[in-house]
């Protein structure tokens, strides 16, 4: 598994379709060819990547979002690395200054 941590960002790469379905949403890699399912709280991850927000930004989201007491570091974690794994998301140039 890719080794997240709290200051990466990310972004979604070009040529992915997304329609959304009651459950979630499809995704299409016109490149790859390939489809994929996500589950409601994986789109919403998919989409932070997007808005130029940082892993632990994106943990805190989720934790607020579902009333969590305790920010779902690893599971946000693990949804990070599957979304890269899979080709979805790329990781994003760090815009801290040398």
């Not at 070009?14 to 329609?19: F, H």
């Not at 409601?40 to 989201?61: H, N």
């Not at 690893?74 to 200054?97: F, I």
Request: with cysteine.
């Amino acid at each position: 598994m890719t080794e997240i941590a709290p200051e990466m960002k990310f972004s979604a790469v070009e040529g992915i379709e997304v329609n959304r379905v009651p459950d979630g949403a499809m995704v299409y890699q016109n490149e790859r060819e390939r489809v994929h399912f996500l589950n409601p709280t994986a789109l919403i991850v998919f989409e932070l990547c997007s808005l130029d927000k940082t892993a632990g930004e994106i943990e805190a989201f989720i934790a607020d979002a579902f009333g969590l007491e305790v920010a779902p570091s690893e599971a946000v974690k693990e949804c990070l690395a599957s979304l890269l794994d899979e080709g979805l998301v790329v990781c994003a140039p760090s815009s801290a200054a040398p």
